[in-house]
């Protein structure tokens, strides 16, 4: 799972990001260009209304609906039959999905903006005890991102 949290593991606010970071989105799209990525029908609404280019997107949603140029599923198990041959495969949110997925999760790439912030939903608690932490980046603030973050990778025990 690829996730940007607060200090407190906001994930947003009314649908959006919970701030703008440049270097973040490289981030995102540096990991996981390339590979399939899985996301509630909420995160895709919040997106540019297309597929995130160079990707294999998969929405999930309940509704009996589908997306336009994505694979559309409708249950978490489906979407993981979906990339059962893929070698890395991400869940890129939101919070339900987040929260569905992380039983199946392997690897957490996580970026931890050293702030609090103003969000109605929030990334499950992460039991540290079933987690390595294996790499930690620290990367200051600058002109372009307002927040010092770390990019942080965690492997399942
Ligand atoms: N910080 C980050 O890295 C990050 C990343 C992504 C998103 N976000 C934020 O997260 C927020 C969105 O999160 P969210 O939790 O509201 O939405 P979400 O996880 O993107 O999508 C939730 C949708 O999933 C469907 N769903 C729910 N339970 C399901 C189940 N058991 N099986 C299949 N589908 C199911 C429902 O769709 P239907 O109603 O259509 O059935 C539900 O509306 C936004 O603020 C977004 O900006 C943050």
Redesign the pocket.
Same mark, same amino acid.
């Given at each position: 799972m690829i #996730? #940007? /949290?607060g200090e407190n593991l906001e =994930? *947003?606010?009314k649908?959006? =990001? !919970?701030c703008h970071l440049p270097v973040d989105l490289k981030h995102f799209k540096e990991i996981t260009s390339g590979h399939a990525v899985m996301? *509630?029908?909420?995160?895709w609404e %919040?997106l540019p209304k297309k597929p995130l280019p160079n990707r294999r997107n998969i929405v &999930?949603? !309940?509704?009996d609906i589908s997306f336009p140029d994505c694979e559309t599923v409708? %249950? &978490?198990e489906d979407a993981l039959a979906l990339v059962q041959d893929e070698e890395e495969a991400f869940v890129?949110?939101? #919070?339900?999905?987040y929260r =569905?997925f992380l039983p199946y999760a392997d690897k957490l790439y996580l970026t931890r903006i050293a702030s609090a912030f103003t969000a109605d /939903?929030y990334f499950p608690a992460i039991n540290e005890g079933e987690w390595t932490l294996t790499d930690s980046e620290f990367v200051p603030k600058d002109e372009k991102n307002q927040f010092d973050l770390y990019f942080q990778t965690l492997i399942r025990k």
């Open positions: #996730a #940007a /949290v =994930l *947003g606010y649908n959006q =990001l !919970l996301m *509630g029908d909420r995160t %919040s &999930i949603t !309940l509704d409708h %249950s &978490i890129m949110g939101g #919070a339900t999905m =569905l /939903v």
